[in-house]
């Protein structure tokens, strides 16, 4: 299928780079009816939309001109959510107008402002940057936008994520009213269809994907791993798909610089993406991934947008997405084009729902299998060599006479066999090593339905939890009946508690809890019973966990030790309540004496208020002799009335001069009004 008529230089450029199959959304994009007017497209990452619309925008900006006008303002801005997306595009569109005469500006963070603001005042066609670096260049009146024709969003849902929104509605209010606005995106959540209503007219909707599924050129592999063995998995994976560039997504930086000097040490040539980098880093690593130096580049989404590799064929997401469309944009950066990619998700147990989840709203079907072994990795070496070995002799065609001389020599000293047996030896020499993985077992390969309601739709967290405790509650699940007894260093004196166990021991030996049995918590720590069948298992991967609670085999308890609750004193319950609905401040104090405040009010002991001795205080002359003795009441045990002073009415025995109700002076310092201004 030809392009469909468009200018002729970008028809021309077209033709030169070898494109004669058009997208569906470049087809969309030049039809008859979105010619001049504003469009809203949904597209899939890796469908062409930069070139799309690149076209879209030739017949506002060119006409049915050869060659665009002088450069002078820019007809056209085009914005994009992050620096390698806008210098994607930046690229993209300097050879799609090259023969138009088109001058193109890129505008991004990371970059020297005053070289910008000197390619600005120098003159332009079309500028593209991100939101925040347009917006300094417009406040400073360095970009000029009254002859904008045409205003591009491209990623524009990334673009509100990020926290764009201000920005983008600060440089579509600083453009003509007249313009025409193309808002492009992978998904269109409710903000886009909003500020599409904003700030589009008579606005044509496109929809140009590849069926259901969001990707129909990728293979999505779910595969479950131990919580243990992420790294392992990392390293086996890249091993046995062997693409020839890969990307590994991460959550964090952290995690990227820790699984970057991973990699490395074992011998892969790595290079890392994330925000703390500079430009130019950025800029160098995309550079050493282009020109084959990196095969390897361990990242965080904010490589997922814009990164367009032609030899990338795996992702691997080392940590789940947050939520299906960040899937869809990490993964895109494979099988773009037209060629094929896998996306690989590594899933723990814990994660597995989640996953689950995401695949579900995503509306992608996954393959769900184990990580790739030792064993099965050696295998697909062997594979490799003997297709190499026959790939390198069927392609020679004329035999170099110092090759051949070379190998006469050899045969003449060593034998055939030693010879193969060096060959193979420097051939894996210059692989990565496999890792040894444990195998995750019990657990099906395909997803659980159990949590979808009646249409099929998934359910939210809230839903899927209790769904599992229903799930769990109507089974038939009996105890195991073959056990294996460990002990876990938690016992009654430190508060032990199933509901706060079982999750652990389930997360350190990788089991849920229905391979558990009898638990009985004791003194000083808790003994429990575990399935036979994954008990070796278990105690393997307990005995490699680091954190948490410390686990380990143990015989069965003594039966005379009985499991039983922490003993809780009757008065440490509740504060007592008497009959007038009236907590703890019954006459005499609050519980004092600890009284058995569960009993009937009639049966409870009477209070005694206990009898306060007075001490006895000396008080001595100027000469030190003791001239006077005389018993001070304890003042602790008056009772002070709110807002009447003391119980009684009556002054201590002692008349203490602070106990005396100060003199009220009307007007005076102690005056009521004067004291409630102080």
């Known amino acids: 299928m030809a392009f469909p008529p468009t200018s ?18 470049q087809t969309a994009v030049l039809a008859p009816e979105a010619l001049g007017r504003d469009l809203l497209v949904s597209a899939q990452t890796g469908s062409g939309k930069t070139i799309a619309f690149g076209l879209a925008i030739a017949s506002t900006l060119l006409g049915d001109a050869e060659k665009l006008p002088p450069a002078g303002m820019p007809l056209a801005l085009i914005i994009a959510p992050t620096r390698e997306l806008a210098l994607q595009v930046h690229r993209e569109l300097s ?84 313009r025409r606005t193309l808002l492009f995106s992978a998904t269109l959540p409710r903000g886009i269809v909003a500020l599409a209503q904003n700030y589009q007219q008579d606005a044509l909707r496109i929809a140009a994907t590849s069926g259901e599924r969001g990707h129909a050129d990728i293979e999505y592999r779910a595969m479950r791993i131990s919580p243990q063995d992420t790294e392992h998995a990392v390293v086996n994976v890249l091993r046995y798909f062997e693409s020839p560039t890969a990307i590994v997504f991460c959550n964090k930086r952290e995690t990227v610089r820790h699984l970057n000097a991973i990699l490395l040490e074992r011998g892969f040539s790595v290079v890392s993406l994330s925000g703390e980098l500079g430009q130019n880093e950025r800029n160098q690593a995309l550079q ?15 490589a997922a947008r814009g990164i367009d590799l032609p030899t990338l064929g795996l992702v691997i997401h080392a940590d789940l997405p947050n939520d299906p469309e960040s899937m869809q944009h990490r993964s895109g950066r494979t099988g773009r084009a037209g060629r094929k990619g896998t996306s690989v998700l590594l899933i723990p147990p814990s994660r597995r729902r989640k996953a689950e989840q995401l695949l579900g709203q995503a509306r992608i079907k996954a393959v769900w299998c184990g990580v790739p072994t030792a064993d099965d990795i050696r295998k697909l070496d062997n594979q490799r060599l003997m297709a190499s070995l026959q790939d390198a002799v069927a392609t020679t065609e004329v035999e170099q006479a110092e090759d051949l001389a070379m190998a006469q020599q050899l045969l003449s000293e060593r034998s055939a066999e030693e010879i193969a047996t060096a060959l193979v030896r420097i051939y894996r020499s210059r692989l990565p090593a496999a890792e040894d993985v444990i195998e995750v077992s019990g657990a099906s390969n395909a997803p659980r339905n159990d949590f979808k309601d009646g249409r099929g739709r ?5 839903n899927f939890e209790k769904a599992e405790r229903n799930f769990d509650r109507n089974s038939n699940f009996a105890s195991p009946q073959n056990t294996v007894w460990f002990t876990i260093n938690l016992g009654r004196e430190k508060k032990a508690d199933p509901k706060y166990l079982i999750p652990e021991i389930c997360r350190q030996g990788d089991i849920t809890k229905r391979h558990i049995g009898v638990i009985r918590i004791l003194d000083h720590e808790t003994k429990f019973e575990v399935d036979e069948a994954v008990a070796s298992k278990f105690a393997e991967l ?68 206990p009898s306060v001795e007075a001490p006895t205080v000396h008080r001595a002359d100027t000469n030190g002799s003791d001239v006077e003795t005389e018993r001070r009441i304890d003042k602790s045990q008056w009772t002070k009335k709110k807002n009447k002073g003391f119980g009684s009415g009556k002054l201590p025995p002692d008349k203490n001069e602070k106990y005396k109700p100060k003199k009220k002076v009307w007007g005076g310092l102690h005056s009521k009004s004067r004291t409630k201004n102080r």
Not at 11 to 22: C, I, K, S, T
Not at 290 to 301: F, L, N, P, Y
Not at 575 to 587: C, L, N, T, V
């Open 542 to 609: 307990v005995r490699q966990s680091t954190k948490g609670l410390r686990i380990e085999p143990s015989d069965a308890p003594d039966p005379s030790e009985r499991s039983r609750a922490p003993h809780k004193p009757a008065h440490q319950d509740k504060p007592y309540r008497d009959h007038r609905g009236k907590s703890g401040h019954h006459k005499g104090g609050y519980n004092k004496g600890h009284r058995d405040n569960h009993a009937p009010v009639d049966e409870r002991p009477p209070y005694n208020k």
């Open 8 to 25: 002729p230089p970008l028809a021309r450029a077209l033709a030169e780079r070898d494109y004669n199959d058009p997208t569906s959304v």
């Open 95 to 178: 050879w799609l107008y090259q023969q138009a005469g088109a001058r193109i500006v890129a505008c991004v963070g990371g970059m020297d402002p005053r070289m910008e603001k000197r390619e600005l005042a120098s003159g332009c066609h079309i500028v593209v940057g991100t939101p925040g670096r347009l917006r300094d260049h417009l406040e400073r009146h360095n970009l000029q936008t009254m002859d904008v024709k045409a205003v591009v969003l491209d990623e524009a849902d990334e673009m509100l994520d990020l926290g764009f929104r201000e920005d983008l509605e600060f440089l579509l209010e600083a453009t003509p009213q007249e």
């Open 458 to 462: 998934d359910k939210g967290d809230r």
């Open 288 to 302: 050493a991934l282009r020109d084959g130096k990196a095969r390897v580049c361990v990242a965080t989404d904010v």
